[in-house]
């Protein structure tokens, strides 16, 4: 192993747990320090070996920072987690061959393997760990609705594992990664409503963290109707909107037990340095 992949592996693995080790144990806080310091790490490992693709990897960073913002100004996720992307974007431009396979990777950008690696081991780990390890009584069991949703989902994919193999013939690696990906989708879509109040608590305003997601889909009309008055309310809590709720009465859905996006991220890594993209199993 070259210095080059020496010295890319083990940053990129050191932010990589890093990230997850602060979502886990600092209540998905991630210092602003740590965050910059790991762009800036990534933006001097491109620099110093990736100078043949340099145009590709900032433009790729740039794409991912600004569609990292967006989805953060929308509430889907916290801010450490679109930093950690552009810092794992900056280090791997591409997708380098993976350990343990032989398909060629197309020269697709790395953290593209890395986010469908991320949700594939989210979709199988949240409703594992929601369903039965955060508390034992059931609130919410599935309704006709919900088992129709989840019914049509899986069916969907069924479909698709059809044309994949109308397509490209019969193979136990691309059938296999259908399924990974149909059961637990499937399986989520289904008990939606316990997984989400497991996942909620009931806050006063002031209690508010700079970041947290408020749970629009379990506010009542009349929480909707008390809110909406602040300027600014949505889903992100901003510390201006934090400051202008401190005497509000009501309380707030907040998800406070959210699922550690950072340890799907590490997943991912794993994945996607050991495997490639998993998508081109299909292919």
């Known amino acids: 192993m070259d210095l080059q992949t020496t010295v890319s592996l083990l940053s990129l693995f050191a932010i990589a747990l890093l990230y997850a080790a ?69 280090i791997f431009p591409v997708q380098p061959t993976p350990v343990f ?30 369903l039965f390890f955060v508390k034992k009584t059931w609130s919410k069991l599935p309704d006709a609705k919900h088992i129709a949703y989840g019914a049509s989902l899986f069916l969907l994919y069924l479909i698709l594992l059809l044309v994949v193999y109308y397509f490209y013939g019969s193979n136990f690696a691309r059938m296999a990664l259908v399924l990974i990906v149909a059961v637990p989708s499937a399986f989520t879509l289904l008990f939606e409503e316990e997984i989400t109040t497991r996942m909620v608590e009931k806050i006063h305003p002031r209690q508010l963290d700079e970041g947290d997601i408020i749970a629009f ?44 996006l950072a340890v799907f991220i590490l997943i991912g890594v794993v994945i996607s340095i050991f495997f490639g993209n998993v998508v081109l199993f299909m292919v």
């Open 101 to 130: 396979a032989s398909l060629a990777q197309l020269g697709l950008p790395f953290i593209l393997s890395v986010f469908v690696a991320t949700g594939v081991a989210a979709i199988w780990i949240v409703p594992v760990y929601y």
């Open 22 to 90: 602060f979502d886990l144990f600092n209540k998905r806080n991630v210092p602003d320090v740590f965050a910059y310091a790991s762009v800036v790490v990534g933006l001097v490992i491109t620099l110093a070996f990736n100078r043949g693709e340099l145009a590709f990897s900032l433009f790729v960073a740039l794409l991912v920072w600004v569609i990292g913002y967006v989805i953060y100004r929308m509430g889907l996720w916290g801010a450490g987690d679109y930093f950690e992307l552009v810092a794992i974007s900056l």
């Open 217 to 260: 889909n379990m506010m009542t009309p009349s929480q909707m109707r008390y809110f909406s008055k602040y300027e600014g309310f949505g889903r992100l809590a901003t510390k201006q909107l934090i400051a202008r709720m401190r005497n509000a009465k009501e309380t707030l859905p907040v998800y406070r037990n959210a699922a550690p």
